[in-house]
């Protein structure tokens, strides 16, 4: 089944969870402008969830979705929550949902991990979820280390179920090519983090703006926890401390609170500016309806012209 049947939505376009980013104002012009709108639980209680969950059914009649930050503490109780609050589709990051899939399909609820690799993607599977989101290393955030033209068709090839393609996509044209890579879909973040709907701070926005393909930089590899941000007198600190060999807690001082600082103060220089590389790809402020619809429009326009050989 398509994943837009699957899922009862018009565009095959999912919105990537961002932690204190992807919020009512963001999802619901999502899933109501056609597309997959999708909460990021990561770094909420319980109530601040259940909030979220009904400001989006305030907003729209139609499907959005949860995405559970697995590395979180706390996850137990928002789990509790989506099945009361009737939430249909859960996405999941950062670890494996298998310690909560009984319970999630029991309510009924789709299951839609994020994974990089081919073997977390065949475990996946396995356990009974019902897509997969392939996620390469050009995303912004917790990464892999694979990139999306390489773990894309690896893990279509792999597994039945649907593959989302993500990582990376933020115009038309990858759109189509993450479709002729097998993807049935594609989830996008940093496109819809430079929306006109998007609560992030303005500066954050322009720096989205402004970044190129060389912006952004991965931080965190010797911890085992990379993560892409824009590149600024904060990575550069850090960076500088990974390659002195610095100690996990030096490290991890760093950046306490600098991702608040980032989205609500906007402070470019000391904050952690989460972004994929796409960021090079965007140059101005949409509102999230003219990235859905020129995402679609482009996308086919270039399929319907593509001629090899
Ligand atoms: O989760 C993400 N991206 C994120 S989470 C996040 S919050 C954070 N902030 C600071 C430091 C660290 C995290 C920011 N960005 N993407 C989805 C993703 N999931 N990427 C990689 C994975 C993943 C990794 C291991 C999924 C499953 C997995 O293992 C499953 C297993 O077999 O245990």
């Known amino acids: 089944m398509k994943i837009t049947e699957l899922l009862d939505i018009e565009y095959p376009i999912f919105q ?15 899933s109501e402008s056609g597309g997959l709108g999708i909460i990021a639980s990561g770094g909420m209680n319980v109530e601040q969830l259940r909030s979220e969950i009904r400001k989006v059914r305030a907003m729209t009649s139609k499907p959005f979705a949860v995405n559970l930050m697995l590395m979180m503490p706390g996850v137990d109780d928002l789990v509790d929550l989506i099945i009361e ?42 356990l009974g979820c019902d897509a997969v989101i392939a996620e390469g290393f050009e995303a912004g955030g917790h990464i892999g280390s694979v990139s999306t033209m390489v773990l894309v068709p690896s893990v279509a090839e792999a597994v039945s179920i649907p593959v989302i393609a993500a990582g990376g996509i933020a115009v038309g044209a990858e759109m189509a090519a993450a479709f002729a890579l097998g993807a049935q879909g594609v989830q996008c973040g940093t496109v819809f983090l430079a929306s006109k709907e998007c609560p992030v701070s303005f500066a954050y926005k322009q720096q989205v703006l402004n970044a190129n393909e060389t912006s952004t ?93």
Do not use: C, W
């Not at 990537?16 to 999502?30: E, H, R, Y």
């Not at 690799?117 to 475990?123: G, L, Q, T």
């Not at 001082?253 to 103060?265: H, I, M, R």
């Open 16 to 30: 990537g969870a961002m932690a204190q980013i992807s919020t009512a104002d963001l999802v619901g012009a999502v």
């Open 85 to 126: 609050e009737d939430v249909k589709i859960v996405t999941t990051g950062a670890g494996t949902p298998k310690g909560f899939m009984p319970k999630l399909k029991a309510a009924n609820i789709k299951v839609i991990p994020v994974i990089p690799n081919v073997n977390i993607a065949k475990k996946m599977e396995a």
């Open 217 to 309: 930089v991965v931080t965190g590899t010797t911890l085992g926890h990379p993560v892409r941000a824009i590149s600024n007198t904060l990575t550069s600190q850090y960076l500088m401390l990974e390659r002195e060999g610095a100690s996990q807690e030096t490290l991890e001082n760093q950046t306490v609170g600098s991702f608040t600082k980032a989205v609500v103060d906007g402070d470019i220089e000391n904050g952690t500016l989460m972004s994929g590389q796409s960021a090079g790809l965007v140059s101005e402020i949409k509102s999230v309806k003219e990235i859905i619809e020129t995402l679609m429009h482009d996308a086919n326009r270039i399929v319907s012209n593509l001629v090899i050989g």
